[in-house]
């Protein structure tokens, strides 16, 4: 417990279960006093959101399909009108196809690359742009990426293109919104068995290389990956803006 954040709006959009990393960044915020507003993509997803909001007591929770800008508009106005200031918002959200995740990057669709792009990387700035009107007060944004988008990991192909737009989406945004006293960084995860890993084949391989290699001998903890968001989103971090920072136990700075 502590009130790092209390009196704070933040929008956490990517809760999906218990194993999201959205989650983990939830309930470390949620520890930290803040009032947290979810979202989600569609009717799918809609019940176990609810669930998860309820635990934290409640958390708002609105659909939003990123891929559709009058989505998006309609839960900003939203937001507007009953909240009026927004002061975090982090995004967790990527998609690609699963094809495109398991054949040989060679392979990909040109529909495959504009969906991953559009999803994974463009919807950060298309959220950050509203969030932005709202954070009257400044602000901080927070994503999530992956080492995928500086070296090569077998399979992760249009992913690791998408997150390297990602990290230098929050570059070229980091300066636009800085002036207005709008911080934005990524948090660069370990692997971690999410939902959308869970799909991936050969991912306890990569988990298991985790466990013998990184320096700290282990995968990255839920709580790990949240209390970095909290850091990143309290003025704690104040002076740090356009970064990318791993919480990954060290994984990225090893070579063989
Ligand atoms: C997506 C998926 C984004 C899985 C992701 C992801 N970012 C990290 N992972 C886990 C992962 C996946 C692969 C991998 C290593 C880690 C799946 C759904 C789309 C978005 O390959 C080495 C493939």
Partial sequence: MGDLLKGRNIIIMGVRNKWSIAWGIAEAAHKQGASLVFTYQGEREKADVEKLAAELGGVDVYQMDVASDSDI????????????????????????????????????????????????????????????????????????TYMGSEKVFQGYNVMGVAKAALETSVRYLANDLGPSGIRINAISAGSVKTLSARGVKNFGSILEATRERAPLRRTVELQELGDTAVFLLSPMSGGTTGETIHVDCGMNIMGI
């Fill in 73 to 144: 508009d309609a839960f900003f106005d939203i937001m507007k009108d009953k909240y009026g200031v927004v002061h975090g918002l982090v995004h967790a959200i990527a998609f690609a196809k699963r094809e495109d995740l398991q054949d040989s990057f060679l392979n990909t669709s040109r529909d495959g690359f504009a969906l991953a792009l559009d999803i994974s990387a463009y919807s950060l700035v298309a959220v950050s742009r509203r969030a932005s009107e709202l954070m009257t007060e400044g602000g901080s944004i927070v994503t999530l």
